[in-house]
C-alpha cells in the first residue's frame, strides 16, 4: 500500500494538476448541476432551510474528511476516525456538563484527537504495522470502550455556551461551514506551498524516493496522524454540538462517508495525490445525495448502496485514468 | 516491504530451543492453553464439554469465513466486505423465499450464489482493474451493506420451516450440527494449503507477486477464486446466522470483518503476504472466542470484549512483526 512506483505522469506536475483540477470542477459541476436537478423535481429542495440543512449538519464530515485526505494521500489509510469522534463528543460533552470551563471541554477534544492519532501514527510509522490492521484495532477498542464506559447513556444538558455549532459570525455565517471553509483552504494552501506539506504527497507518492530526499518518512506519517486527529477533534465538536445531547453511540459507518468523501474528492486510494478542496466538495456532494433522495421520493436506506456505487465508480476511474496515462 | 531490504545480521546466537517452539502457531496454543486453565478456575462453568461445544457452535459463522479470508491474506490481499456479504445474503434469503415465493432449498442456493457473485466482483475489479484490494472491499462494504438495508427497508423476516433450523440449532452425533460443517472445511481447507499447487501458489504470490506472474502462475486466476471463495463462505455463513437465530435482518454481520481478520492474523498469518497456517486460524479463532466467553462468564460486559479484541489484535501484530524481524536477522 505504501510503496508505489511512480510512472512518468505522475512525476510531472502541471499535468498532475491538470487531471485534479478536473477532478474538483467535475464535483463543482456535480454539486450544483444536482441541486438544479433535484430542485426543478422538487422545488422544496431548494428552500434555504433544506439547503442549510445539507451543509451545516454536514460541515462535521468536511472537516473529518480533510485529516482523512492527508492520511490517505500519506499512503494510510483510517477506518477508527469514526469511532474517535464518538468518544471525543463524550470526552468533550462530559467535561462540559460535569462544569468544566467551556474552553477546556472543547480543548480537550482536540487534545485528546491529536494524541489517539499520534499514537496510532506512531505505531504505524516505527513499529511497522500497517495502518489498517492498528486502526482496525483502534476502532474496536474505541467502539467498545466508549460503550463500556459510558453504559450507553446520552449526553444531556449540555450548558448553552458549549454550542460551538451554533454561533454565527458576523450574525449569518454559520460556525460549521465557516470552519469547513476555513479548514480546507488552511490545508490546501499548507499541503499545497510549505515543504512539510510536501512531504505528504512525497511519503505517500514514492517512500523511497522520499527517504532519499532527506524526508523522514516516519515523522511524516506521525505528523500526518495527528494533524488528522486535530481536525477529528474539530469534527467531533461540530457533531457534539449541533444538536442538544450527545448520543454515546458511535454514528454507525461515520469513517465510511469520511474515506467516501476523500476518495470522491480525488484523493488517490494508491497514495501521493489529492487534495482536501476537492474532498470538501466530495463531502457537500454526499450529503446533497442524502438529502435529495429524500426530495425524489427514494427511501433514505439506498444511501449507503448509492456511496458504495460512489465510491467504486471513482476509484475505478481514477486507476484507469492512471493508466491511461501511464501509457500515454 | 522494508523488512525484505534489510541485511541480515551474522549469526551470533545458538539455537538452543528447537524452531518448532517458537512458532507463532505454538506459541499461541501454548497462551490459549493456559487461558483455559485460569478461565476454568475462575469460572467452574467454563470448562465443560456442554459450553465448549456451544461455544463452537457460536464461532462457526466467524469460523467459515475465517477460512478463505486466511488464503486472501497470505497472498497479501484482505477482504473487509465479508460482513456487509453476510447481511446482503442473509436479506436476499429471507426475500426471496418469503416476498418473491422461492422454495427455501432454492432461496439458499440463491443466496448461496449471490455471496459468490458479490465475491466475484470483488475479484474481477482488483485483478482486472487493479483496484487495491483494501479499498475495493471498502466500497464494496458500503455498496453490499446498502443494498442489504435498501431490499429490506428494516423490516425482518422470519418463520421459517423447523427443518431448516437443523444446521443451526440441533444437535449431530452429539456435536453442535454447524460445527460438523466447520471442521469438514478446515480439514479441506488445510488440505488446500498444504498439499495442493493452488495452496504453494497462494505462498508464492504473497512473498512476491511479481516474481509468481514470471514463474508462469495463474495470478489472477488463483486471487479470482479465493475472492470468490471468500463471498461464497460468507454466504454459507449467513444461512447458518439465519438457521441459528431465526430471524432475518438488514444488520446481521456487521463487525464480522473485524473477528474474522483478528482471528487470521492473530493466528500467525501475515498481514504482509506469504506467511500463514490453517492451523494458526483454528487456534486464533478458538482464542478469540474464549476470550469472549470467558470474559462473559467472569462478568465482563460483550462491549469490553471487543476493547480486548482490538488490543489483543494489535499486540500479537506487534509481537509477530518483531519475531519476524529476529527471525530474519538470525
Request: glycine share 10%; proline share 3%; with cysteine.
Amino acid at each position: 500500500m505504501t510503496a508505489v512506483t511512480i510512472t512518468g505522469a505522475e512525476a510531472d506536475p502541471r499535468r498532475r494538476l491538470k487531471v485534479l483540477a478536473s477532478q474538483e470542477a467535475l464535483l463543482a459541476i456535480a454539486v450544483i448541476g444536482l441541486a438544479i436537478a433535484v430542485g426543478l423535481y422538487n422545488p422544496r429542495f431548494l428552500a434555504a432551510r433544506n439547503l442549510s440543512d445539507v451543509l451545516l449538519g454536514n460541515a462535521y464530515i468536511a472537516v473529518a474528511a480533510v485529516g482523512m485526505s492527508m492520511v490517505i494521500v500519506s499512503g494510510n489509510i483510517d477506518i477508527s476516525v469514526g469511532a474517535l469522534i464518538g468518544v471525543l463528543a463524550t470526552i468533550s460533552g462530559t467535561l462540559a456538563v460535569n462544569g468544566a470551563p467551556i474552553v477546556v471541554a472543547w480543548l480537550a477534544a482536540l487534545v485528546a484527537g491529536v494524541l489517539v492519532m499520534a499514537l496510532q501514527g506512531a505505531i504505524i510509522a516505527y513499529l511497522r504495522i500497517p495502518a489498517i490492521v492498528v486502526t482496525l484495532g483502534m476502532l474496536s477498542i474505541l467502539k467498545g470502550g466508549l460503550i463500556s464506559v459510558t453504559g450507553g447513556k446520552w449526553i444531556t444538558d449540555l450548558p448553552d455556551s458549549f454550542h460551538l455549532a451554533d454561533i454565527e459570525l458576523f450574525g449569518v455565517l454559520p460556525f460549521p461551514v465557516f470552519l469547513m471553509i476555513l479548514a480546507t483552504i488552511l490545508a490546501a494552501l499548507w499541503m499545497r506551498y510549505s515543504a512539510s506539506g510536501r512531504a505528504i504527497y512525497a511519503v505517500g507518492g514514492n517512500a523511497e524516493a522520499a527517504r532519499l530526499c532527506g524526508i523522514s518518512q516516519p515523522r511524516t506519517i506521525v505528523m500526518v496522524f495527528a494533524l488528522h486527529g486535530f481536525f477529528a477533534g474539530a469534527a467531533a465538536l461540530l457533531y457534539a454540538t449541533q444538536l442538544r445531547v450527545i448520543q454515546s453511540t458511535v454514528p454507525p459507518n461515520l469513517e465510511l462517508t469520511i474515506i467516501t468523501a476523500s476518495v470522491v474528492g480525488g484523493v488517490s486510494i494508491l497514495g501521493g495525490v489529492g487534495t482536501v478542496v476537492g474532498s470538501t466538495l466530495a463531502a457537500v456532494l454526499i450529503a446533497e445525495i442524502a438529502s435529495a433522495l429524500v426530495f425524489i421520493d427514494v427511501s433514505p436506506y439506498w444511501i449507503r448502496a448509492v456511496q458504495g456505487v460512489l465510491i467504486l465508480v471513482t476509484v475505478i476511474a481514477d486507476i484507469l485514468r492512471r493508466r491511461r496515462m501511464a501509457g500515454a | 516491504m522494508s523488512a525484505m531490504s534489510e541485511i541480515p545480521l551474522p549469526h551470533t546466537a545458538k539455537r538452543v530451543v528447537p524452531w518448532w517452539l517458537l512458532r507463532h502457531e505454538t506459541m499461541l496454543a501454548v497462551i490459549l492453553l493456559v487461558a483455559l486453565i485460569v478461565l476454568g478456575g475462575l469460572n467452574n462453568r467454563f470448562l465443560t464439554l456442554d459450553n465448549l461445544l456451544n461455544q463452537g457452535r457460536l464461532t462457526t459463522e466467524v469460523g467459515l469465513i475465517a477460512l478463505p479470508m486466511t488464503f486472501i491474506i497470505i497472498t497479501g490481499g484482505i477482504d473487509l466486505s465479508v460482513g456487509s456479504i453476510v447481511g446482503l445474503c442473509a436479506i436476499l434469503l429471507g426475500y426471496s423465499w418469503k416476498i418473491f415465493g422461492f422454495p427455501l432449498p432454492l432461496a439458499i442456493c440463491f443466496s448461496l450464489l449471490v455471496g459468490a457473485a458479490a465475491g466475484f466482483l470483488n475479484g474481477i475489479v482488483i485483478t482486472k482493474v487493479k483496484v487495491p484490494p483494501l479499498i475495493m472491499t471498502i466500497a464494496t462494504l458500503a455498496l453490499y451493506r446498502g443494498l442489504a438495508e435498501g431490499i429490506s427497508q428494516a423490516r425482518s423476516v422470519r418463520g421459517y420451516p423447523e427443518w431448516f433450523y437443523f444446521i443451526g440449532q440441533e444437535n449431530f452425533f452429539g456435536v453442535p450440527a454447524q460445527l460438523w460443517l466447520l471442521l469438514i472445511a478446515i480439514v479441506v481447507a488445510a488440505i488446500v494449503l498444504d498439499r495442493t499447487t493452488f495452496g504453494r501458489t497462494l505462498y508464492a504470490i504473497g512473498n512476491n507477486e511479481t516474481a509468481a506472474r514470471f514463474s508462469g502462475l495463474p495470478v489472477d486466476r488463483v486471487k479470482l477464486i479465493i475472492y470468490t471463495l471468500s463471498g461464497f463462505m460468507a454466504g454459507l455463513s449467513a444461512c447458518v446466522l439465519v438457521s441459528r437465530v431465526t430471524t432475518t435482518r438488514s444488520d446481521m454481520g456487521i463487525g464480522y470483518e473485524l473477528d474474522v481478520i483478528a482471528a487470521v492474523v492473530l493466528g500467525g498469518t501475515s498481514i504482509f503476504g506469504g506467511v500463514g497456517t490453517i492451523w494458526g486460524t483454528v487456534v486464533g479463532l478458538a482464542m478469540i472466542q474464549l476470550l469472549k466467553n470467558g470474559l462473559a462468564l467472569t462478568g465482563v460486559k460483550g462491549d469490553a470484549t471487543i476493547v480486548v479484541i482490538g488490543t489483543v489484535l494489535i499486540l500479537s501484530t506487534l509481537v509477530a512483526s518483531s519475531l519476524q524481524r529476529r527471525r530474519e536477522g538470525v
